[in-house]
């Protein structure tokens, strides 16, 4: 495409080098027999973990082919596959040991006249950490992506990194698999190790369902699992109502006041100490497994299977309790409080709950608000 053209005055695009290792790096990616197969649902869950974790619109398992990069998964982007040459990725594998994170590509002379960057996907941001073989060999990376710049928070580089390792891992578990599945008639020797090898992927697809359903910087439930824990408490109101005995079941919203000025002020650390300790809060007054949970942000859901009356106290418990933190910042919150009212589905319930929590916000803050005729 004329990218290299040495015309005085005309910026180029960097082109990758290539690996000292390329001839071997090559032969070992032809090995996992995976350059242009089939979606697979592995890879797409660890690309989705992935770009929900980094908050960003793409996320990609990237495969550097001799000529080409090649994406096994993919998210945000319709292309399959673009040429090596203009692969940020390319630039990451030189390096397999480290993951590359570009904060602005507009200030990064090997990407700033870039096709990828001047015209779409208008990368600004890019992240990726090498997929690593057992030998040696980086394959290609997983990556996130941003139209914006931005910067990778700690627990998001950690997270980026551990993802990267889980593939390198699923890659490998693939590769082995199937070569023992050819050989599985010969031998039970064979029969024995691919039972291993598949018991050690479903462990690791147990451990990936467990990040999927954890707030990372808290560790609390995340919305997923607190949504998958209401489901299980209707159940139980329902049972408890074909049995005629009392059911009552609440959902509450909180959100912190004023927490964008405490991250515009103090910076996203203090924030992310805020938010630790605001969890730790939240923990001692859930009364149910999964009763607790960080919605996104600096907002948290509460759930209570008790009377009214009690689901209300609580929520001044804990209104309370956030106001006497001693975190060094004044601190409060606001709380929307609905009851689960019968033959309502649990997102009616949670969206007067939200209702209620913007009432509390208008009300002055740092309240209890009860969602309208309940």
Same mark, same amino acid.
């Given at each position: 495409?004329?990218?290299?053209?040495?015309?005085?005055?005309?910026?180029?695009?960097?082109?990758?080098?290539?690996?000292?290792?390329?001839?071997?790096?090559?032969?070992?990616?032809?090995?996992?027999?995976?350059?242009?197969?089939?979606?697979?649902?592995?890879?797409?869950?660890?690309?989705?973990?992935?770009?929900?974790?980094?908050?960003?619109?793409?996320?990609?398992?990237?495969?550097?082919?001799?000529?080409?990069?090649?994406?096994?998964?993919?998210?945000?982007?319709?292309?399959?596959?673009?040429?090596?040459?203009?692969?940020?990725?390319?630039?990451?594998?030189?390096?397999?040991?480290?993951?590359?994170?570009?904060?602005?590509?507009?200030?990064?002379?090997?990407?700033?006249?870039?096709?990828?960057?001047?015209?779409?996907?208008?990368?600004?941001?890019?992240?990726?950490?090498?997929?690593?073989?057992?030998?040696?060999?980086?394959?290609?990376?997983?990556?996130?992506?941003?139209?914006?710049?931005?910067?990778?928070?700690?627990?998001?580089?950690?997270?980026?990194?551990?993802?990267?390792?889980?593939?390198?891992?699923?890659?490998?578990?693939?590769?082995?698999?199937?070569?023992?599945?050819?050989?599985?008639?010969?031998?039970?020797?064979?029969?024995?190790?691919?039972?291993?090898?598949?018991?050690? !992927? %479903?462990?690791?697809? $147990?451990?990936?369902? @467990? &990040? *999927? /359903?954890?707030?990372?910087?808290?560790? +609390?439930?995340?919305?997923?699992?607190?949504?998958?824990? !209401? %489901?299980?408490?209707? $159940?139980?109101?329902? @049972? &408890? *109502? /074909?049995?005629?005995?009392?059911?009552? +079941?609440?959902?509450?919203?909180?959100?912190?006041?004023?927490?964008?000025?405490?991250?515009?002020?103090?910076?996203?650390?203090?924030?992310?100490?805020?938010?630790?300790?605001?969890?730790?809060?939240?923990?001692?007054?859930?009364?149910?497994?999964?009763?607790?949970?960080?919605?996104?942000?600096?907002?948290?859901?509460?759930?209570?299977?008790?009377?009214?009356?009690?689901?209300?106290?609580?929520?001044?418990?804990?209104?309370?309790?956030?106001?006497?933190?001693?975190?060094?910042?004044?601190?409060?919150?606001?709380?929307?409080?609905?009851?689960?009212?019968?033959?309502?589905?649990?997102?009616?319930?949670?969206?007067?709950?939200?209702?209620?929590?913007?009432?509390?916000?208008?009300?002055?803050?740092?309240?209890?608000?009860?969602?309208?005729?309940?």
């Amino acid at each position: 495409m004329g990218f290299d053209s040495p015309t005085p005055g005309i910026r180029v695009v960097q082109k990758p080098e290539i690996p000292a290792n390329e001839a071997a790096r090559l032969a070992a990616l032809r090995s996992y027999d995976i350059l242009d197969t089939a979606p697979e649902k592995d890879f797409d869950d660890l690309v989705a973990i992935a770009a929900a974790i980094c908050d960003v619109p793409t996320a990609l398992v990237s495969l550097i082919d001799a000529d080409r990069q090649w994406f096994k998964s993919r998210i945000g982007l319709a292309a399959s596959e673009t040429p090596r040459e203009l692969a940020f990725c390319a630039h990451a594998i030189l390096e397999p040991n480290r993951t590359m994170v570009v904060p602005d590509t507009h200030n990064d002379a090997r990407f700033a006249d870039s096709p990828l960057v001047l015209d779409d996907p208008n990368i600004r941001f890019y992240a990726g950490a090498p997929l690593v073989t057992p030998g040696g060999e980086a394959l290609g990376t997983l990556c996130v992506i941003d139209r914006e710049p931005r910067e990778l928070r700690q627990h998001q580089y950690l997270a980026l990194q551990a993802l990267s390792t889980q593939t390198s891992r699923l890659l490998e578990l693939r590769r082995v698999s199937r070569a023992l599945a050819r050989q599985l008639q010969e031998s039970d020797w064979y029969e024995q190790r691919l039972l291993q090898y598949q018991a050690e !992927l %479903e462990a690791d697809n $147990a451990d990936l369902t @467990a &990040l *999927t /359903r954890t707030d990372l910087l808290t560790g +609390l439930p995340n919305r997923r699992a607190f949504a998958l824990a !209401l %489901e299980q408490a209707l $159940a139980r109101q329902q @049972a &408890l *109502t /074909r049995q005629q005995a009392p059911a009552s +079941l609440h959902v509450a919203v909180l959100d912190i006041d004023h927490f964008k000025t405490i991250n515009d002020i103090h910076g996203h650390p203090e924030g992310d100490r805020v938010l630790l300790a605001v969890a730790d809060a939240l923990r001692l007054y859930a009364t149910a497994p999964g009763g607790v949970a960080r919605y996104g942000g600096e907002e948290f859901l509460m759930m209570f299977e008790c009377g009214q009356a009690q689901a209300q106290l609580q929520c001044e418990y804990v209104r309370e309790a956030v106001a006497n933190l001693p975190v060094g910042l004044p601190l409060t919150i606001s709380i929307g409080l609905a009851t689960h009212r019968p033959g309502e589905d649990a997102a009616a319930t949670f969206a007067r709950a939200d209702q209620a929590l913007y009432a509390a916000k208008r009300g002055g803050r740092n309240r209890v608000e009860v969602a309208e005729g309940d």
